[in-house]
């Protein structure tokens, strides 16, 4: 059995909770202005848009379930310890293929720059401090030199890379992504990754699963080159501070495609919304579990061994306290047993210009604490040699 972990309770919101807002009004763009009582004075909500009216994930289904990964897997390594726990996990999930989405830390730091403008005052956020630094000569050559669709083609090769290591049964196949961010709330960018989403989506008579493990482009785009698979997916998507968190937010996944981000709380009826601050940020790892855990233990094993050495001790010496957060396992654990997380139902909300949460229409559902204990005790038991 893995070591004994400290299970944490994520403070936060309870089931049952109110509602984000009272109401609010949206323009055909997928923004969204507030009319709530406390906002402007308005006394009944708007009615929800025809497309979010049911908007309740499915309960218990059957597993396993029909599921296409989307990841930047060569972003960070939470990644590839996400992937590893899919593909060992064959009773529950059905991989059907695993996407590569874009990335740029370019972009996202021009990003940061627009939204603190954007704000006008107040305090910068650390990593907006970061895109000060670095300058808008700086910011550019960075996107110039490894723009999104160099991250995308990076992410494909590293999750070339793990399905080489886990060698399963039925190899999914790794598809090609959007080589750039959506250009608007309107306007898709199509890729072989879209389509593959769009083709999954209507192939069978179950849902499909989409956990979105980096932006949302691909998702996004598949949901607006056909918007009649809206209700035959369910999305599960990782990023950011809760939902009525008052912060300006600056989560990677959120706003590396911050249109995409939109069009998902926008377009995506059956959505699962996992913050990242707060509730996937628990899920924290040090390298001498992996080590005892993983090292030694097959070609996967010792591939996430690896690369835990190298964020973690790239010196090759063992810090005590020195963990990583495994955040992009919080949508895996829930496909696997929704019983890992706890959720409610809450207002949908939306990302401004200056990154700061803004109610929008209709409702969803939304994460507020994670059993870290479960989730690491299933997935270093499947490494196991000795498990039946």
């Known amino acids: ?31 969204a202005s507030t009319t709530t009582a406390e ?22 289904p059957e597993q396993p379930l029909r599921v296409i990964i989307d990841s930047d897997a060569a972003n960070e390594i939470d990644d590839q310890f996400a992937l590893a726990w899919a593909l060992m996990a064959p009773e529950a999930l059905q991989i059907e293929a695993i996407t590569a ?14 939204a603190q403008e954007a704000r006008g005052e107040g305090p910068a956020t650390p990593f907006e401090e970061l895109a000060v630094t670095t300058g808008s000569e700086g910011i550019e050559k960075l996107r110039s030199d490894a723009g999104a669709g160099a991250g995308m083609s990076a992410s ?17 196949p790794a598809v090609p992504g959007s080589e750039s961010f959506l250009p608007s709330v309107t306007e898709p960018v199509p890729s072989a990754a879209a389509t593959a989403i769009i083709e999954a989506a209507h192939a069978g008579d179950t849902p499909l699963y989409v956990p979105v493990l980096g932006a949302a482009t691909n998702v996004a785009s598949a949901l607006l080159e056909d918007p009649t698979i809206a209700d035959r997916i369910v999305v599960v998507f990782v990023a ?28 995506a009826p059956k959505l699962l919304y996992i913050p ?20 030694g233990r097959g070609a996967l094993g010792d591939l996430l061994a690896e690369l835990m050495a190298r964020k973690v001790a790239p010196d090759g010496r063992t810090v005590p306290g020195n963990r990583r957060v495994m955040w992009d396992m919080a949508p895996i654990a829930w496909l696997i047993d929704q019983g890992w997380l706890s959720t409610f139902r809450t207002g949908r909300g939306t990302i401004r210009d200056d990154h700061r949460w803004e109610p929008a229409p209709g409702e969803m ?12 005790t299933d997935f270093f038991a499947r490494f196991d040699p000795d498990r039946g």
């Open 156 to 172: 494909l090769a590293e999750i070339e890379r793990v399905l080489d290591a886990a060698a399963p049964v039925n190899r999914p």
């Open 240 to 267: 950011g501070f809760p939902s009525a968190s008052p912060q300006v937010d600056e989560s990677f996944n959120l706003l590396g495609d911050v249109n995409a981000s939109r069009v998902l709380f926008a377009k």
């Open 1 to 31: 059995m893995p070591l004994d972990r400290r299970k944490f309770i994520v403070g936060g919101a309870a089931a049952g909770g109110t509602a984000l807002v009272a109401g609010c009004t949206s323009a055909d763009d997928g923004t």
């Open 276 to 295: 990242g601050y707060g509730v996937s940020e628990t899920l924290t790892t040090p390298k001498v579990e992996v080590d005892a855990y993983l090292a």
């Open 39 to 60: 906002t402007s004075g308005a006394t009944s909500p708007t009615p929800v848009p025809a497309e979010l009216a049911d908007t309740e994930l499915p309960e218990a």
């Open 365 to 376: 559902t939304e994460a507020f604490q994670i059993d870290d204990v479960a989730v690491f």
């Open 101 to 114: 989405a874009p990335f740029s830390f370019g972009d996202y730091l021009a990003g940061l720059l627009a």
